[in-house]
């Protein structure tokens, strides 16, 4: 539990700092117009936050468990140093191609093409539909069309008096609050829509990012990294007690974001 845990908040909580680690950035950054190193500087604060907050929760509600001593246990066959080495490489090249200032589609579609190649070569019999989450992949654009048929019937102005207008730190927290409340009630995409027209500035961008990523944690739909972490550990076989999960993600969820925008607003605030 404690490395399936860590796996899940990390991947919602540290992903504030690049404007490729998940789909909410892309689209703020390009609102923002800000490059790589601009959108990295306004989110260092809050990044740092989202990654110390979970892992200290981790160490010490599974500080007995961390302890122990692991064996390692034996794979049924030797892995493919070839497939391995020449996805790291893909991977090595992929990662500076995404922060260059290209277009982020045409490194993520060459380095998807090789990687298909290598496979294909390597291990045909890996490669199945079943890999891609098309159920996931749906919901996620029915959520999109329904935010956007909200927005044109009013949703902003509604919104609006509940997320406040400034850069105080209290008005800060409504959005970042909003955004996470939203985004575990719904999925952190729509609720990233749903908030964005009033995100007015970088600072209460920056906010929204925390909320709507870092606060994305407790229900099983609250962003895709959980659909896609929870059909990894179902097809690994892994238990996983939702219960126990929404409890640990309740209390770490609200201190990461309160955390992380009194960082944004001590570095960033006026």
């Given at each position: 539990?404690?490395?399936?845990?860590?796996?899940?908040?990390?991947?919602?909580?540290?992903?504030?700092?690049?404007?490729?680690?998940?789909?909410?950035?892309?689209?703020?950054?390009?609102?923002?117009?800000?490059?790589?190193?601009?959108f990295?500087?306004?989110?260092?604060?809050?990044?740092?936050?989202?990654?110390?907050?979970?892992?200290?929760?981790?160490?010490?509600?599974?500080?007995?468990?961390?302890?122990a001593?692991?064996?390692?246990?034996?794979?049924?066959?030797?892995?493919?140093?070839?497939?391995?080495?020449?996805?790291?490489?893909?991977?090595?090249?992929?990662?500076?191609?995404?922060?260059?200032?290209?277009?982020?589609?045409?490194?993520?579609?060459?380095?998807a093409?090789l990687?298909?190649?290598?496979?294909?070569v390597?291990?045909?019999?890996?490669l199945?539909?079943?890999?891609?989450?098309?159920?996931?992949?749906?919901?996620?654009?029915?959520?999109?069309?329904?935010?956007?048929?909200?927005?044109?019937?009013g949703?902003?102005?509604?919104?609006?008096?509940?997320?406040?207008?400034?850069?105080?730190l209290?008005?800060?927290?409504?959005?970042?609050?909003?955004?996470?409340?939203?985004?575990?009630?719904?999925?952190?995409?729509?609720?990233?829509?749903?908030?964005?027209?009033?995100?007015?500035?970088?600072?209460?961008?920056?906010?929204?990012?925390?909320?709507?990523?870092?606060?994305?944690?407790?229900?099983?739909?609250?962003?895709?990294?959980?659909?896609?972490?929870?059909?990894?550990?179902?097809?690994?076989?892994?238990?996983?007690?939702?219960?126990?999960?929404?409890?640990?993600?309740?209390?770490?969820?609200p201190?990461?974001?309160?955390?992380?925008?009194?960082?944004?607003?001590?570095?960033?605030?006026?």
């Amino acid at each position: 539990l404690p490395f399936a845990l860590t796996t899940v908040w990390i991947a919602n909580t540290g992903s504030l700092l690049l404007p490729v680690s998940n789909l909410t950035n892309l689209l703020a950054e390009h609102d923002l117009g800000l490059g790589p190193a601009q959108f990295a500087a306004l989110m260092a604060p809050a990044a740092v936050v989202g990654i110390v907050v979970p892992a200290v929760a981790v160490a010490l509600t599974h500080r007995r468990s961390l302890a122990a001593r692991f064996e390692r246990q034996q794979v049924e066959s030797e892995p493919d140093r070839v497939l391995t080495i020449g996805a790291g490489l893909v991977v090595a090249a992929l990662v500076p191609a995404l922060v260059s200032g290209i277009e982020v589609w045409i490194p993520a579609c060459a380095a998807a093409s090789l990687l298909l190649v290598l496979v294909a070569v390597r291990r045909r019999a890996a490669l199945r539909w079943s890999l891609v989450p098309w159920q996931i992949v749906l919901l996620a654009v029915g959520l999109f069309l329904v935010v956007e048929t909200l927005h044109a019937r009013g949703l902003a102005d509604l919104l609006a008096p509940i997320v406040g207008t400034s850069d105080g730190l209290g008005d800060l927290l409504r959005l970042a609050g909003s955004g996470a409340l939203l985004a575990n009630g719904v999925d952190n995409l729509p609720a990233y829509l749903a908030l964005e027209p009033l995100a007015t500035d970088p600072l209460r961008m920056a906010a929204l990012l925390v909320g709507v990523n870092a606060g994305a944690l407790v229900t099983p739909w609250a962003s895709l990294a959980i659909l896609l972490w929870h059909d990894r550990l179902a097809a690994m076989g892994v238990p996983l007690a939702w219960g126990r999960y929404m409890l640990l993600s309740l209390v770490v969820a609200p201190i990461t974001v309160a955390g992380a925008v009194l960082a944004l607003h001590l570095v960033h605030g006026s």
